[in-house]
């Protein structure tokens, strides 16, 4: 089993930055292609970013695209997510998620693509 841990939410005014950190324990984390993905209140959790397993390809939605940069660091079994140039609408509870990595690739970006699932840090953006 892999387990996931965030950190790194907080409170933060438009135009701020925070980056935030994913944990992993239990099995080797370099295997899982990695995301992030958000849920704000009332609305479905939503796909944010994501890196495969060596680091080599990284995808973005669109809303966060140029503001947003997902990193990895196999030695340390952290993910990252440096989030700048923030916004109230980024405003949600982000998670940490892990991918067996058979199948995976530039479409996966539902919630179904992903097997492990961190508890999520709340990062909220006041204007």
């Known amino acids: 089993q892999l387990q996931l841990v965030e950190s790194g939410g907080g409170l933060v005014q438009a135009g701020g930055s925070l980056r935030l950190s994913c944990a992993a324990s239990g099995r080797t984390f370099s295997s899982y292609p990695t995301g992030w993905f958000r849920q704000a209140p009332g609305k479905e959790r939503a796909f944010v970013a994501a890196?495969?397993?060596?680091?080599?390809?990284?995808y973005y939605a669109d809303s966060v695209k140029g503001r947003f940069t997902i990193s990895r660091d196999n030695a340390k079994n952290m993910v990252y997510l440096q989030m700048n140039s923030l916004k109230p609408e980024d405003t949600a509870v982000y998670y940490c998620?892990?991918?067996?990595?058979?199948?995976?690739?530039?479409?996966?970006?539902?919630?179904?693509?992903?097997?492990?699932w961190g508890q999520g840090t709340q990062v909220t953006v006041s204007s």
């Open positions: 998620a892990a991918a067996r990595a058979t199948g995976w690739g530039s479409t996966s970006k539902g919630t179904d693509d992903y097997d492990y």
């Open positions: 890196i495969s397993w060596r680091g080599l390809s990284k």
